[in-house]
Each structure stands twice: as C-alpha cells, then as structure tokens.
C-alpha cells in the first residue's frame, strides 16, 4: 500500500496486511503540534519536547485511526529482548513496563511504539489473530529479538512460525548506519558465518544493514511472509526523526497495530 494521508498525518502501511483484518501504522513526522527540533508529530515523552504538545501529538494519531485513546499499550523501550503478551491496555496509573516488544490477541487493546532509525518490526497471526511490534536497535538486532518474539508468539498464543506476516518497517539503511569493530564482532558472536554479509566496508568504515539481518532472525524462526519497506529514516528526514541524522536532538515517531473485529 505504501504512503496513506488521512486528516493531515502521513503514514506507511504494509501490502502484507493488506485485506487482513489489521489496523496499522508506522506514523511519519508530519501533522503534529510539536516545535522546532521536534517537529511536529513527536511521540518521545522523554527528548525534550512540550510535554503537552506529546500528549496533543498522540490524541490526534488515535482520532485520526478512530482508536480510543484508552485501549493503548505501550512499554518503556530499553533496547532488550523481553516481550511482553498484553491482554490489556496500559492503565495510564501504572509506570511503564521495560520491554521491546509487544503481543496481544485482544481486539480491544492497540499496540504503540516509539521509533528514530531503529528498525520497526510488525507481526501478525491470521490463524491464531494474534497482532506484534518489536523495537530492534542494533543492540536487539544482534540478539535476535525477531527470533525471540516469535518464539514467544509459538509460547504465549500457540502461533505456527510458517503462518506469521512480519513487515520490517522504515529505519535507518546501511549506507547511513556506520558502526565500530566491536558491533561486527558482536554480530558474529550470534550469528556466526551468517553476519558477515549484514555488513559492508568502505575506506576502514564498516557500515551495518540492520534490515538484512532482522530479515534473517525471521527466517531463522521460521517466517517465511516477510516484507520490507526499504525506507531510511535518516535519508528522509521530511517524514521521518533519524537519531544518527540529527545528531541525537529529535523526536521519536509512533508505529500502531491492532486487531479489528471481524
């Protein structure tokens, strides 16, 4: 489906999902209440921004998906591999759970994630409507935190890894995601012959494709539907916040999933 715009925000959907019963977004930084370097549709709480422009900012995303603003989940992303099955929204009472990933098969529960070059991962279940977002940094990249959340989708909701739908969402691309030594060698500590071809080397400079190697850590579970948007959030900086870009002084644009009653 690719770039949808509906009442002023811009949004990329996946053709994965296309015709499933799935209401999906990952969110572009446009048509939002946020200022300069947060401009507009910032949904990071904790870089900077108005926090009543933030508050502002998701509202409108939940009007515009005509979501209720209270069926909402999210965690608190500290670049792990823990995975949370929520059969619940968050009460907005209660801190944030730590974790980077999140799972449901509730109808009434809608999915949130906050992203800037880190690399989006949604999933969904046809057969057991079981729907998922992962938050993979180069840190849960490496320990295959694709892996895990399917694994957890086979433990928590009984899911088959050949049936799962995964759409590996706008991130910063590999000839803008220049690393160190010690990422290279991290990489190969987990996935051994397999890693060296996630990364490229120019003039002493290695450079990482994160979206290879999520790709692999799907298929290695046993996911066999996966599509990529092969968008770089660093190179677009008209849609989308880049951590690497914009030198660490930006928002965090929003990724929403959830499941429609049939």
Same mark, same amino acid.
């Given at each position: 489906?690719?770039?949808?715009?509906?009442?002023?925000?811009?949004?990329? /959907?996946?053709?994965?999902?296309?015709?499933?019963?799935?209401?999906?977004? $990952?969110?572009?930084?446009?048509?939002?209440?946020?200022?300069?370097?947060?401009?507009?549709?910032?949904?990071?709480?904790? $870089?900077?921004?108005?926090?009543?422009?933030?508050?502002?900012?998701?509202?409108?995303?939940?009007?515009?998906?005509?979501?209720?603003?209270?069926?909402?989940?999210?965690?608190? /992303?500290?670049?792990?591999?823990?995975?949370?099955?929520?059969?619940?929204?968050?009460?907005?009472?209660?801190?944030?759970?730590?974790?980077?990933?999140?799972?449901?098969?509730?109808?009434?529960?809608?999915?949130?994630?906050?992203?800037?070059?880190?690399?989006?991962?949604?999933?969904?279940?046809?057969?057991?409507?079981?729907?998922?977002?992962?938050?993979?940094?180069?840190?849960?990249?490496?320990?295959?935190?694709?892996?895990?959340?399917?694994?957890?989708?086979?433990?928590?909701?009984?899911?088959?890894?050949?049936?799962?739908?995964?759409?590996?969402?706008?991130?910063?691309?590999?000839?803008?995601?220049?690393?160190? +030594?010690?990422?290279?060698?991290?990489?190969?500590?987990?996935?051994?012959?397999?890693?060296?071809?996630?990364?490229?080397?120019?003039?002493?400079?290695?450079?990482?494709?994160?979206?290879?190697?999520?790709?692999?850590?799907?298929?290695?579970?046993?996911?066999? /539907?996966?599509?990529?948007?092969?968008?770089?959030?660093?190179?677009? +900086?008209?849609?989308?916040?880049?951590?690497?870009?914009?030198?660490?002084?930006?928002?965090?644009?929003?990724?929403?999933?959830?499941? /429609?009653?049939?």
């Amino acid at each position: 489906m690719g770039f949808v715009e509906k009442q002023g925000l811009r949004y990329f /959907q996946f053709d994965l999902f296309d015709q499933q019963p799935v209401l999906h977004g $990952v969110i572009s930084r446009q048509g939002g209440f946020s200022q300069t370097p947060f401009d507009s549709l910032n949904t990071g709480g904790t $870089v900077g921004d108005d926090h009543l422009s933030v508050l502002k900012n998701h509202q409108r995303i939940f009007d515009v998906f005509d979501v209720d603003f209270s069926s909402r989940l999210d965690v608190w /992303q500290v670049h792990g591999t823990d995975i949370v099955c929520g059969d619940k929204p968050r009460d907005p009472d209660t801190r944030h759970e730590k974790a980077d990933g999140i799972l449901t098969d509730n109808p009434g529960v809608t999915l949130f994630m906050r992203f800037a070059d880190c690399v989006p991962i949604l999933l969904y279940d046809p057969l057991k409507k079981v729907v998922g977002i992962i938050h993979a940094g180069w840190q849960g990249t490496y320990k295959q935190i694709a892996r895990v959340a399917i694994e957890k989708m086979v433990s928590c909701y009984g899911s088959k890894p050949g049936s799962v739908l995964a759409g590996i969402g706008p991130s910063i691309c590999q000839d803008c995601y220049e690393v160190g +030594l010690e990422v290279l060698k991290a990489f190969r500590g987990s996935f051994g012959q397999k890693a060296d071809p996630f990364f490229i080397t120019r003039d002493d400079h290695i450079f990482l494709d994160l979206w290879a190697a999520n790709r692999e850590s799907l298929l290695t579970a046993g996911v066999r /539907q996966i599509e990529t948007a092969g968008i770089c959030t660093a190179c677009h +900086l008209e849609d989308w916040y880049s951590h690497r870009a914009e030198n660490g002084r930006t928002g965090r644009f929003g990724v929403l999933m959830r499941l /429609q009653d049939n």
